[in-house]
């Protein structure tokens, strides 16, 4: 069974930093790009970025370039994504999943990032 288990937010002032992580079961991770999304209240979930199974293909939303950092180890079987400078407008629920394919419907329960003085 396909699972993702994300973990490592909470409340931050802007300008600081946080480290998602999640930790993915139930397929051959490393065949796999994994993105990460994220809901901010009242609004459309979005893509935030990606990364291709190997590492090598690397994107970011325009709105987050320069600031996160998306990364993998597949030994773990788990992506991870730095956040820094950190802003309000950063608040949102993130969630990881599998970017395409028969497995990218699923999603695991995310993690509250929470960014205020």
């Known amino acids: 069974q396909v699972q993702f288990v994300e973990s490592g937010g909470g409340l931050v002032q802007p300008g600081g930093s946080l480290r998602l992580s999640c930790a993915a079961s139930g397929f051959t991770f490393s065949l796999y790009a994994m993105s990460w999304y994220r809901q901010a209240p009242g609004k459309e979930r979005e893509w935030v970025a990606g990364?291709?199974?190997?590492?090598?293909?690397?994107s970011y939303a325009d709105s987050v370039q320069g600031r996160f950092t998306i990364s993998r180890d597949n030994s773990k079987n788990t992506v991870y994504l730095q956040m820094n400078s950190l802003k309000p407008e950063d608040t949102a629920v993130y969630y990881c999943k599998i970017t395409s394919g028969p497995f990218s419907g699923h999603w695991g329960q995310g993690t509250q990032v929470t960014v205020s003085s």
């Open positions: 990364i291709s199974g190997a590492g090598a293909s690397i």
